[in-house]
């Protein structure tokens, strides 16, 4: 039992330590100024989105349509491009990953 009990206390402290360097690179690259968790702020919620494409292998589209921007998907307000200088490959690529999870 206190085996487990260290053992999961490990994994929660390893991904507390990975999830805040993406959360602060997600709000860095402005994520957060319009997207939240579990609401629709100006655009869908991650949760939203986990929910559209759920089952689905979109990693790579996912990350295209970020850097690209778009709109239409999830209603008429358009999401702005995100060039690299905004976010680098590798937080993006965790960014949907973590966004295909919620």
Known sequence: MRTTLLVA???????????????????????MACHTKD????????KEIAAKYKGQDVVVKLMEKVRKGGFGTFGPIPMAPNPPDKINDADLKAAVEMILKS
Do not use: E, I, S, W
Request: aromatic share 6%.
């Open 39 to 46: 609401k629709k702020l100006v655009g869908p919620a991650f």
């Open 9 to 31: 206390a490990g994994l929660l402290a390893a991904f507390t330590a990975q999830a805040a360097p993406l959360d602060d690179a997600m709000t860095k690259a402005g994520c």
